[in-house]
């Protein structure tokens, strides 16, 4: 069975700085999909970046950064330069692989509450 | 491009009567759509998947006789809980898939229906 796990319910960053949010999946699918999303108190989902499993180089959007380490299983977000936006929940989700018949479904981690201090 | 609106906003009802939350994808087809319900300060849970014009696919444990969900069209979903009880009071959050490139990648998220059963 697929598995989510974020291991840090809530982390603080100093403004400017860069944080690590961490993640760690599990599954025995070859091919999946990885996401970070982040939630604001307005409850709203906003898509930050994707990693798939087949992809060679770490995803970057931005500020933001996934720290892709398939042996390890670990999918870690890296925003850089924090800003008093960024505070909000942090949701990494994993979605199995594109083939007939997936139901391409996301399972979420628990969350990290991120707050960044001016 | 890719939004996803959900009406209404937010919702009051009395316990025992019925409520519909529609789900709307404004500028793309939406293949598979999903619904989550997300408690105060936990994660994401999905409650089930719905392709259009087929019967929805709903996650273990969840009650399909209490949460309707009705995909007519590529571009809206619907879902109904009948006669609602206070602890089904919750955030309700849809997602839609489209049918091709990044669109079919991604979910796309509402904003979400706060349900508050009195």
């Known amino acids: 069975a697929q598995k989510i796990t974020q291991t840090q319910p809530g982390m603080f960053v100093q403004e400017k700085e860069a944080v690590t949010l961490d993640c760690t999946y599990d599954?025995?699918?070859?091919?999946?999909?990885l996401f970070w999303y982040k939630q604001p108190s307005s409850g709203e989902m906003i898509f930050l970046i994707y990693?798939?499993?087949?992809?060679?180089q770490n995803a970057t959007e931005g500020r933001y950064s996934l720290n892709f380490q398939k042996a390890r299983k670990s999918a870690n977000l890296v925003i850089s330069a924090s800003q008093l936006g960024d505070s909000a929940m942090y949701f990494c989700a994993m979605r199995e692989g594109r083939r007939l018949g997936s139901s391409y479904k996301l399972i979420f981690g628990s969350g990290t509450r991120l707050l960044v201090r001016p | 491009g890719a939004v996803v609106s959900q009406h209404p906003s937010w919702v009051i009802c009395k316990s025992g009567t019925s409520v519909k939350i529609e789900c709307r994808s404004l500028d793309f087809q939406a293949t598979t759509m999903f619904w989550y319900r997300q408690f105060p300060k936990q994660s994401l849970m999905l409650m089930a998947t719905?392709?259009?014009?087929?019967?929805?696919?709903?996650e273990q444990g969840v009650e399909k006789d209490k949460f309707l969900i009705n995909h007519a069209s590529l571009t809206l979903s619907t879902l109904t809980v009948t006669s609602a009880h206070p602890e089904d009071s919750s955030f309700y959050i849809c997602s839609a898939r489209g049918t091709s490139g990044r669109l079919s990648v991604e979910q796309y998220f509402g904003p979400g229906t706060r349900l508050t059963v009195t």
């Open positions: 599954t025995s699918d070859p091919s999946y999909g």
């Open positions: 990693q798939g499993s087949y992809d060679q």
């Open positions: 719905s392709n259009e014009g087929s019967k929805a696919t709903y």
